[in-house]
Each structure stands twice: as C-alpha cells, then as structure tokens.
C-alpha cells in the first residue's frame, strides 16, 4: 500500500456513491493505530468503548471527555492514513451547542478528523452549530449505548413501523443539518440497507446488515479478547490466523468484499 494517500471525507463520501465499502474499527491507542492503519482499514473510531474494554465498566456513560481526549492524542500518533472519528462522551454535549462546540473543538486539537455523537432529534441543532463551524459529525442512531437504560437494554431499533419512520426521519433531518456520516447500531438489515440507499452521506452499520456503506466493529471484540458473552453479530476474525496483522486484514477483505455482515444476525 505504498501508494495509499491519506483518507479524506470527499473520498469517503465518493466510496459510498460508487458503492465501494468502508472498513471501520474501533481504535484506543498508537500501537493499535500503526497496525489497523498497515492492515488497510478506512476509519478509526476511538470509541467511548474504551469504558468496556479498557476500563473493566459496565458502561460508557462514566468515560470522560479527558479520557476521550488522551486516548484520540494516543492513536493520532499512530495513523498516516486512515480518517480518524472521535466520540462525545456521555454529559460533553448533552447541555448546551456551545458546550457541544467546546468538546468537539478539544478533540479536533487532539487529533481527531470528525466527531460522533449519539441519537437523533433534540442533537439536530446541536449538529448544525457544530457542522456549520467546520468540524465533521458522525451521527449514530438506532441502539445508542449512551442511553441503553432508557432503551430498556441491548434491543434491535426499529423493528416495527413507528420505530422504523423515526430512524428515517431523524436521519433526513440530521443530514439536512450538516451530518457528513450516519452510523447504525442494531437496527434490521432491510432499513439500514433502504436508508443507505436513499443517503447522500457514507453510513456504517454495526449489526445493521450488509446493506450499509461499511463496517464496524469494537476491535476487541473482532479479535475475540474481550471476556465474556459478545453481541451475535460479532465475527472472530483471529480464528485460524497467524498474526493480529492478518486478522485484521481478514476483517477487511470481509468488508470490501461484502461477506460480512450476515443480514440475518442483528442483536446480542
């Protein structure tokens, strides 16, 4: 991949149009960065996650933006090539715009190429100040881990009409507010696949069907190192590999060539 240039969102975007799949991981630190970055994968998450992997939690909602903040320095160090999104933790953007503005704006300075954020409706204006004001947002919908309580735990979303028109019209309104990518946890394969469609920006699915832009996966939970019971829709992509290296590329060559996800696998 010596000729590989830095990704950019004009390409992400143009991957989507012409139907080319993303490859996304999850992401926490420099060493990681360098080998997902060799291995060829799209987009690095670092992901509020790292309260479950890395920290021993029961949840994201107690990582901080500090947190946030260190590990995105830690895998900027690590990357030459791949676009690099960065969570809003739980209680940074919840506020106020302005405040949301001051968290995205701090891990931009840290590294990170675009920001994400969780849910849609009442996160519409707040993704219109922040996208207005130039930094990139990733809006996720569908199961939001940051409100899991409210959602009544790991449930597939939108699986009857009502829930179906919300995801449908919450994404219409984020992309019309600046969103420049969707991400989709546990919803049906068929409404990730018909909303992909319809879109204008890239959107990743993770346990939302083969049907969306790309992929991804907690890179933990793909190498099958993160303890106890993982969510149906995981593959281990380390069974019968060598190397991490050559797991990775497995998950990558998975993705691009469209043999995984399985559409019919969407919930824990």
């Known amino acids: 991949m010596t000729d590989r240039k830095p990704m950019t969102l004009p390409r992400l975007a143009q991957m989507h149009a012409s139907g080319e799949k993303i490859a996304m991981l999850t992401c926490y630190d420099a060493a ?4 997902l970055d060799e291995a060829g994968v799209d987009i690095l998450l670092i992901g509020d996650s790292l309260g479950n992997v890395l920290q021993g939690r029961g949840s994201t909602a107690p990582v901080s933006l500090d947190d946030m903040l260190y590990h995105t320095t830690c895998v900027r160090r ?28 701090a891990l931009v300075k840290a590294g990170a190429h675009m920001v994400k954020l969780e849910g849609g409706g009442w996160t519409t204006e707040t993704v219109r100040f922040i996208a ?11 199961f939001t881990p940051q409100t899991v309580t409210s959602l009544g735990g790991f449930r597939v979303q939108g699986r009857d009409e009502a829930g179906a028109a919300r995801i449908k019209a919450e994404s219409m309104a984020l992309v019309e ?20 469609a319809a879109s204008p920006v890239p959107v990743i699915g993770i346990g939302a069907g083969v049907g969306c832009s790309g ?22 992509f380390m069974a019968g590999q060598g190397s991490i290296l050559a797991g990775v590329k497995a998950y990558v060559d998975g993705v691009k060539a469209g043999t995984f996800p399985v559409d019919a696998v969407h919930g824990f």
């Open 32 to 35: 990681f960065a360098s080998l």
């Open 78 to 105: 690590g990357v030459k090539y791949a676009w690099v999104v960065a969570d809003l933790p739980f209680d940074s953007y919840h506020v106020s715009k302005e405040e949301a503005w001051k968290s995205a704006a």
């Open 132 to 142: 207005e004001r130039g930094i990139p947002v990733c809006c996720h919908l569908g």
């Open 177 to 196: 507010a600046g969103a420049a990518m969707l991400l989709y946890e546990m919803v049906p394969a068929v409404l990730a696949a018909d909303i992909t």
């Open 215 to 236: 992929q991804v996966l907690v890179l933990h939970d793909m190498l099958n190192i993160t303890p106890g019971r993982k969510p149906r829709f995981v593959k281990d």
